[in-house]
């Protein structure tokens, strides 16, 4: 992990901005999730990427009644025989 060089402080609701030069190099903009991850004693922001709900892949997601799921798990789910 590379520090950026860049020290903000908390306001009084938790919030931090972050600055317009790492939203731009990173492609973040207003409106897209951010994951928050926590590893260790260090604070981790992420661009969320959504990963599927059997393998956690994150490779051809799609999204399916509230959940993700990748493109092998559902040729994988098509294959099984509904038994009535």
């Known amino acids: 992990m590379k520090p950026a060089g860049v ?15 790492l939203r731009k190099r990173y492609q973040m903009n207003e409106g ?12 981790i922001l992420e661009r969320y990427r ?13 999204e399916f009644k509230d959940r993700y799921i990748c493109g092998e798990c559902m040729e994988e789910m098509s294959g099984l025989a509904v038994h009535r």
């Open 7 to 21: 020290v903000r402080k908390v306001d009084q609701l938790g919030r931090i901005v972050l600055p317009k030069s």
């Open 32 to 43: 897209d999730p951010v994951e928050i991850l926590v590893q260790g004693d260090h604070i």
């Open 50 to 62: 959504p990963k599927c709900v059997f393998c956690g892949s994150m490779e051809e997601v799609k």
